[in-house]
């Protein structure tokens, strides 16, 4: 899967050149100079030779087959080589070339005719607008990019050049091996989910690294996601996911940014790992390249002092890592050569005299210990500590242990030569306890993540035919907000409990309904025109009577007249009312480049005015329609406080579940909501009082 | 203050040694080494000379005066020294020596007779179990840390030595400049408080930082605190702050560690930046030491390449500061001379071919646009750019600016000579864009803090004489909860409103009493045992007529003598329904180290299950008051959401004052909570429904 890009047996680069300092040189000189071993092809009309290799006027005029070409060319240009590509039987191309959609309408244009042509010609393409790519275990770096990285476990792929010049800087200067490079510039034809696959099955790519700024394919980008997360992890970091941040991405690369919801949404449920900033992306991936997954949350930090072994201790606090009790043979062990003043506790302090045979002493010792999962040294360097020696022991004792080894050896000059020793030998090393803390919970987090068992999904029997009707007939109408009926009739068709109710016209009608369903009742204004219907007064609960009945219709109608002239009003509608149950809300929300996300939360204020709502991409698995209720801030109130009975948690999941089926079926919701779904105490189920669906053609 | 500590004009080491590498050696080597001005006498029996000097073999034998004296012998010697330097007159001193409060209960005392003594003699202690000091501007390295800092604008205590070995190592490397250096140790004498006060007027010293792990006096340190952030920036890690950082932190100190809610409310309200890691120490020490203050929020950022730029703005978004739109004529002179593809607005990106000379007129352009307060400037090392050439166009022009500008150049080897050149000109670098913006967030806090007008008081009259006498009757009676009645007449003397209400014994009282008050009455049980009335059904609420009324003297009394045998009824409280208003909780917490803390919240679940509170140290100033109210998510509720009538804010706030001026005036109250106060809309004030306090001789 995209082998000729990786490892070709030939590269033709097209607008090679003769000039350092030109891009077409660059490359050139790259794929040279770092030993590629397959043929390389310079194309330039103008010269006959340069660096040393024969070089070719066209494509056409090269005598052997060419697996990869690399073009750098001015955008204008470009459709022509693409041509030639074509009859060469060229099916992967690299485009350099800057100036597409990144500038424009015009570039965009541009751009689409090229994406068409090579996609009728059956060429596969990186960019354009790229960096280019590099393979480091068959020695080709196919970029302008300045340095080649050391052969590593680490594959990067980005939809920022300036990302991968500055990775690959930092890489370079802590000696951090890459398998793979991938700029992704515009995305044209690959994206990051065929590159991520393509990753997958790359056996020196331990660990897949990306930096994105849009996702192509959000569906399909999650699927693959989820895949290859079970065997490598992924690691993230996705910019513009503020609003200052998605302003700024789409000036820069046209691309419409998702929400920060749904990405965090999407990531959650695909495995990969978020990390927040560039710093953490290096930090974890310095850890998952060479360290094992911790078994479990318990740590154990071993320090030469004090303070630090507590900053340590209270990041821990904010994470899923805990400092795990030691085991009584353990502290007997370490207090037989410990001075008296250490403390044989977590963490493990060995005091400000400690040496490096203490430190060895101690780490041999703690790693024998299998209550502890992971063990983080932190080393101050006082004036009795020769840093470098407990850097090597370190290096010494991690050969041979099953459990992750970090190390933060704070300061400057003095620890700089023992840092470097611990990064030479694949042992993370960082500047603060902090970031290893961090680096190692994202370590467990994708170890639980890939022990769960395979999701369940539950599919609901649900009469399509009918909703697929009258959204046809709402369309039809040039109507987008079904009315309540319409709204109720396409819950009844995906199962939804709902209260029994009947749209009156006339205050006989409300009467006889009433009487009918049984008091009390609660009515409500039907209308396709109001939404807020309990703010315009369009609501009145707990009618015990005939009379109330009476002035409802009266009052409600008139609201509504006053209120908002001009609404069409198809009359009163009649509910039984419910009797007890907590308030919840449950939403639909259509996301550009994740397709239909579903929201919950507690109804009322908790979602407009606390915010506490947690959202998934639909299909909702079982596991997913659970973790949602329980994310949210106020989940004890259904679980019960005080003495409060629980509520039917079972009836939520039953409808988050038919809600997301009921998304997936039908993409032409944009938005919807149920507000309220009145949850009962437990077993009793739950009913949808009030919907609102919006659709579109 | 404390000037015979860092300018003594002479001083003397006591237990100076002839071996290297033991402390009394080290301290005698680094003030002899680094050019400490003054005279110096090694103390040691068995020495005529060291290190060239004369040595003496006590106190006594020295013929001159001595200002200073840094011991560094056992533990049980240092007494008897102490007692000499009382005869010699010296009333500074540097106690070295551990093995005191931090080994145990014996080094404890050993310690507090050392503190007595020594303030019967009038001398002042820094230590036992540190590091030492370090004066940069006398060349005093009265410590034995192995190097010394250049001579710089930061002034830093700690807590903990090994903390001072780290950022003494990390400023070495990083050349960043200290004035002063202090490792407090025990704090057996001298404590945070007293060295801020003598930085404060240390004219050397611009910024200072701080590590803690305790506070000795919580209310001094933060009355000095506050008085000296009008002047100088105070930025502290606060360690210990998690439960399981608190559990470290008490091992290894021996100090209580306040709770996380008083320190951050400590921090807050007397003007102090809260470090939350040794990386944002730095960075915001960097920042503090070297750029004047961003006048406001507004940021603009100038980069090379799109990606680094959207994740500064992302990083903005989660602060105080935000994108500035920049000036119509800013953005045309740009386009004058940048090329057509870069953006001329917010984050300004001049594209990757960008060089040196690009950076320093885009540069010059945006300093001079007065919509914008500070510049940061992203760099990623493409083969365009030489990145040593921008840090110098930096350099130069920011000689002439009066905004701060901070920089990050990312990656590594091609952009660690730039980022040298940067740092030594005082020109803050950073890594990652995030760090840049913290840093400068946390300048623009500070900038907000100073310039808030002083702080109003509000004094309400009050009965204390009553509360003072209750109290007393209460500890005479061996009580600590106080019941209804008498928490009741606490707050009436403190001016609360209160319903009306009164005990009644039987149910014919009940019924007087209902009748007097006028229905609808709430009805409570009145017992000092039963704490939570509610949950043990002693409350009845919206009692409407005199059958209602015995109804609910039977169910309460039977109620509390079923689920609590043994309680002591006192009766039941018949009390004024009051009709409509939000509850509201406040209480009182007394903090070991900061004294009573002031809470509130939204009643019910917003306090238990959201923990939706606000925290602040009394006395409460009316600014406090209001923020506090302000502080908490659900504060939308209380000013009307959905067309709501807003509450009467005043209210609470003057319930806020009261209840500090309460907790002021009373020590004896540990805790308590009105629970709820009931505020009223807008201008009808705020009534005390039920109330607690708990009281300790």
């Not at 470098?388 to 242990?401: E, I, N, W």
């Not at 890939?450 to 709402?474: G, I, N, W």
Request: glycine share 8%; with cysteine.
């Amino acid at each position: 899967m995209l082998e000729h890009f990786f490892n070709p047996s030939s590269v033709a680069v097209v607008g090679a050149s003769q000039s350092p300092g030109k891009i077409g040189y660059d490359i050139l000189n790259n794929i040279l100079q770092y030993g590629y071993a397959g043929t390389v092809y310079p194309i330039n009309p103008k010269a006959r030779e340069i660096l040393g290799h024969r070089a070719y006027p066209d494509l056409a005029s090269v005598p052997s087959e060419i697996e990869l070409a690399v073009i750098a060319l001015p955008a204008r240009a470009v459709m022509n080589i693409v041509e030639q590509c074509g009859k060469k039987k060229i099916n992967s191309v690299v485009i350099i070339t800057a100036g597409f959609k990144e500038i424009g309408p015009e570039g965009a244009r541009l751009e689409e005719d090229l994406a068409r042509r090579a996609r009728e010609l059956g060429i596969r393409v990186v960019g354009p607008n790229c960096l280019g790519i590099i393979d480091t275990a068959g020695s080709l770096n196919a970029s302008f990019a300045a340095g080649m990285p050391l052969a590593g476990r680490l594959g990067f792929f980005s939809q920022s050049g300036a990302m991968c010049v500055a990775i690959l800087d930092w890489a370079l200067e802590e000696n951090v091996g890459f398998s793979r490079f991938v700029s992704l510039g515009n995305k044209m034809d690959i994206s990051e989910t065929e590159i991520m696959l393509s990753m997958e099955r790359d056996e020196n790519t331990r660990v897949i690294l990306g930096y994105l700024e849009s996702i192509e394919d959000g569906p399909r980008f999650m699927k693959a996601a989820l895949q290859v997360s079970r065997t490598k992890p992924i690691i993230i970091i996705k910019s513009g996911t503020t609003s200052a941040g998605a302003k700024a991405a789409s000036s820069h690369t046209g691309a419409l940014a998702g929400s920060n919801h749904a990405y965090d949404a999407a990531f959650k449920q695909s495995g990969i790992i978020h990390a927040e900033s560039m710093q953490s992306l290096f930090g974890y991936a310095m850890a998952f390249a060479s360290q094992p997954l911790p078994k479990g949350p318990s740590l154990a930090i071993i320090t030469n002092s004090g303070g630090p072994g507590i900053l340590a201790a209270d990041a821990c606090d904010k994470t899923s890592l805990h400092l795990g009790p030691i085991r009584k043979e353990t502290a007997d062990r370490l207090r037989k050569f410990l001075p008296p003043a250490a403390s044989v506790y977590n963490p493990v302090d060995i005091i400000g005299d400690a040496s490096h045979e203490r430190y060895e002493k101690t780490l041999k010792v703690v790693l024998k210990d299998n209550l502890i999962h992971a063990v983080l040294i932190l080393l101050t360097p006082t004036a009795a500590v020769d840093a470098d020696s407990v850097a090597r022991s370190v290096v010494k004792l991690a050969k041979d242990a099953d459990k992750p080894i970090m190390t933060a050896f704070m300061g400057g000059r003095r620890v700089r030569e023992a840092r470097k020793i611990l990064q030479d030998h694949a042992i993370p090393s960082y500047g603060y306890p902090e970031d290893a803390i961090r680096a190692l919970d994202a370590m467990l987090y994708y170890r639980r993540g890939r022990e769960q068992p395979e999701r369940q999904y539950q599919h609901f029997e649900a009469d399509t035919r009918k909703v697929r009707q009258l959204f046809a007939s709402v369309i039809r109408q040039h109507r987008h907000d079904l009315i309540e009926s319409e709204a109720r009739e396409v819950l009844k068709a995906y199962g939804f409990r709902l209260p029994e109710s009947r749209i009156a016209r006339t205050t006989k009608e409300a009467l006889k309904t009433a009487s009918r369903i049984g008091y009390p009742v609660v009515m409500k204004i039907a209308s396709p025109d109001v939404l807020h219907k309990s703010d315009m007064g369009g609501v009145r609960v707990r009618l015990e009577n005939e009379a109330m009945v009476e002035n409802a219709f009266f009052d409600i109608t008139s609201n509504i007249q006053l209120r908002q002239p001009g609404a069409r009003i198809l009359g009163v509608m009649v509910q039984e009312m419910i009797p007890q149950g907590k308030e919840v809300i449950l939403g639909i929300i259509r996301d550009i480049q994740f397709g239909p996300m579903i929201m919950f939360g507690l109804g009322g204020i908790y979602v407009e005015v606390l915010k506490d709502v947690a959202f998934r991409i639909a299909p909702l698995s079982v596991e997913e329609a659970d973790a949602m209720i329980r994310e949210i801030r106020a989940f004890p109130l259904l679980r019960g406080v005080r003495g409060e009975a629980p509520v039917d948690i079972q009836g939520i999941r039953d409808a988050l579940l038919r809600l997301s089926q009921l998304a997936i079926d039908f993409p032409e919701i944009i938005e919807g909501d149920i507000n309220p779904l009145l949850v009962c105490p437990e077993g009793q189920g739950a009913v949808a009082v009030d919907a609102r669906i919006t659709v579109q053609e």
